[in-house]
């Protein structure tokens, strides 16, 4: 059963799950790596509230749908309903920032894309968002110089800065409320920078946002 609560600088928020608003293919290299065209506008695609796991908890993998990959992202909490706005706005809408995982079924993935079909299967499916808790947002953070690093078994498989984004986050977070409106709670992933990889049962991973927050899980199955 989810347990899952958005925590706000160490405090449990008033604020509901929503949706996750994910970003894909926003770091060049990335894309380039999974042979991916670089795109010239942001590739949407969302998760259920019901993907929503702790990131400090066991990381439980569905196995039996094939090779899961990790993804470390940049993540924002969004506090005010976002639609149509400037960045301006956006910026004035954020609650907090963290560090995420966006777990994907890579095998299932390839083949959907190779049929010409959504994603959802591979990427929104119970505990594929294992997110961290929050720090709250401060007008003074540069958002575009955040170090994401993610350790699998104490080796960098991640090193990426959010200053090699294609569209940064308050352009992004704009450019998202042109097509449907962003609400309390909901969250939004920033792309993930080159270096994503399998998972594999009993893996520990390290997952860091600067000097800000530091999560570490270890790597279990589900029972589906």
């Not at 095998?107 to 961290?132: H, I, M, R, T, Y």
């Not at 959010?162 to 704009?174: F, N, Q, R």
């Not at 270096?195 to 589906?224: K, M, N, P, R, Y």
Request: hydrophobic share 40%.
């Amino acid at each position: 059963m989810q347990n899952y609560q958005h925590v706000v600088g160490g405090q449990a928020s008033h604020l509901p799950l929503g949706k996750v608003v994910c970003v894909g293919r926003n770091y060049a290299a990335h894309a380039k790596e999974l042979n991916n065209p670089v795109p010239t506008e942001p590739v949407l695609f969302i998760k259920p509230s019901t993907s929503l796991v702790k990131l400090e908890e066991p990381l439980a993998i569905p196995t039996h749908l094939g090779e899961c990959h990790f993804e470390a992202e940049m993540s924002i909490l969004i506090g005010q309903t976002l639609c149509n706005c400037t960045q301006e706005q956006a910026s004035e809408a954020i609650a907090g920032i963290g560090v995420a995982l966006d777990l994907t079924l890579r095998e299932l993935q390839q083949e959907l894309k190779e049929n010409g079909l959504p994603w959802e299967k591979a990427k929104s499916f119970d505990g594929a968002c294992p997110v961290s808790d929050f720090i709250p947002f401060s007008q003074s953070t540069n958002l575009q110089d955040q170090q994401i690093v993610l350790r699998q078994n104490q080796q960098v498989k991640q090193n990426g800065n959010t200053e090699d984004m294609i569209t940064p986050v308050l352009a992004l977070l704009s450019y998202i409320s042109q097509f449907f409106t962003l609400l309390p709670g909901d969250i939004v992933l920033t792309g993930t920078p080159a270096g994503v990889g399998s998972l594999e049962l009993g893996d520990q991973l390290s997952i860091s946002l600067s000097d800000s927050i530091h999560c570490i899980t270890e790597v279990g199955f589900s029972a589906g």
